[in-house]
């Protein structure tokens, strides 16, 4: 490298970088149902450990056999119990599944 392209090298002036323009701090939406999950938390101060709708509608056919078997469902899987005791659409959700079982006794 020449001494003088070495200097002119110095000299240039660097680009201007446009400044990043200022992010707003993005904020996680929070879905209803944890906003509800969270209402019944509140609800229920007692109760460390609780289900959410997503590991209820996970569990509830395991539930729903418990109970059609005729054993004691609310002892095995208290939790769910509890959720389904507070909340109404994972109820209705679970009392559909008790019909449909029911219904078709073999399946
Ligand atoms: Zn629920």
């Given at each position: 490298m020449k001494p003088h392209d070495?200097?002119?090298?110095?000299?240039r002036p660097k680009p201007q970088r446009q400044p990043e323009p200022a992010r707003l701090p993005t904020r996680p939406t929070r879905p209803a149902k944890t906003l509800a999950a969270a209402a019944l938390r509140m609800l229920a101060p007692t109760q460390d450990v609780e289900l959410a709708c997503d590991d209820v509608h996970a569990l509830l056919d395991q539930f729903a056999e418990v109970v059609k078997r005729g054993e004691d469902a609310p002892k095995a899987?208290?939790?769910?119990?509890?959720h389904l005791d507070m909340c109404p659409d994972c109820r209705e959700e679970f009392e559909a599944l008790m019909r449909v079982l029911r219904a078709n006794p073999a399946a």
């Open positions: 070495f200097l002119m090298r110095l000299l899987m208290p939790l769910l119990q509890l």
